[in-house]
């Protein structure tokens, strides 16, 4: 198995939810060629930028940090694809219809003890949120958001909209919000229209035999 790199600027936040958007930072688990977008923490910071968890001088203060602190960036980033793998494995089973592993709740859990020691209320323009305080754990802040959306779709969301693609290709998740519940496809223009070209194939070489 050969992994590929995809680069993280092409990636388009479609899960519906921080968490599986996440989750989303790999394709094709299982398959030959998995594609992997966190190849190094200044990934993940794109990726933060990429879903609108933070702005762009939040994500240069985070870069900065990430090239004075190298041992701690490469830590942060293999805990990002530890708790990734976990919401992973976690929204699957739920989309199958199946209990999510204690291992993998346990973990999620940690993180969430881990966050709530760095989680205070604050007011802004819009009203009243949470914001987070880094402390001495600058470069694994970005975690603690993706742990709690997690946990709030888990405890709060309507599961029976947590899905699967329908590509045997892809293995990203996404919130099915379409009225009918009718959604496939982690994204129409990608693997909808892959699905498309297949189905359109399939018909023409049937009228030709």
Same mark, same amino acid.
């Given at each position: 198995?050969e992994t590929t790199?995809e680069?993280i600027?092409?990636f388009?936040p479609?899960?519906g939810?921080?968490a599986?958007d996440l989750?989303?930072?790999?394709s094709?688990?299982?398959q030959d060629?998995?594609g992997e977008?966190l190849?190094? *923490? @200044?990934?993940l910071?794109v ?11 939040r994500?240069e203060d ?7 602190r ?6 942060a980033l ?8 976990? /919401? *992973?494995r976690i929204?699957?089973? &739920?989309?199958?219809g @199946?209990?999510? @592993?204690?291992?993998d ?6 993180y969430? !003890?881990?966050g ?9 323009d819009q009203g009243?949120?949470w914001?987070?305080e ?5 470069l694994?802040q /970005? ?8 946990a !709030?779709?888990l ?5 029976t909209? &947590? ?8 293995t990203?998740?996404f &919130?099915?919000m379409?009225k009918n ?5 982690c ?6 229209n892959r699905?498309?070209a297949r189905r359109?194939?399939?018909r ?5 035999t």
């Amino acid at each position: 198995m050969e992994t590929t790199w995809e680069p993280i600027e092409h990636f388009d936040p479609v899960g519906g939810n921080l968490a599986l958007d996440l989750a989303n930072t790999v394709s094709r688990r299982g398959q030959d060629d998995p594609g992997e977008k966190l190849r190094a *923490y @200044q990934d993940l910071v794109v990726w933060g930028e990429r879903t609108g968890l933070f702005d762009e001088e939040r994500a240069e203060d985070l870069r900065t940090e990430a090239r004075a602190r190298p041992g701690e960036a490469a830590a942060a980033l293999a805990r990002a694809i530890e708790l990734r793998e976990a /919401i *992973y494995r976690i929204f699957s089973c &739920v989309g199958g219809g @199946q209990d999510p @592993q204690t291992p993998d709740l346990d973990l999620l859990s940690g993180y969430l !003890e881990e966050g709530a020691r760095h989680r205070r209320l604050v007011r802004s323009d819009q009203g009243w949120g949470w914001r987070w305080e880094a402390g001495a754990e600058p470069l694994t802040q /970005i975690l603690w958001p993706a742990a709690y959306a997690a946990a !709030e779709l888990l405890t709060e969301g309507d599961l029976t909209r &947590v899905k699967e693609c329908g590509s045997d290709a892809c293995t990203w998740l996404f &919130v099915d919000m379409s009225k009918n519940r009718s959604r496939r496809w982690c994204d129409m223009k990608d693997c909808g229209n892959r699905a498309k070209a297949r189905r359109h194939y399939r018909r023409q070489k049937a009228k030709r035999t």
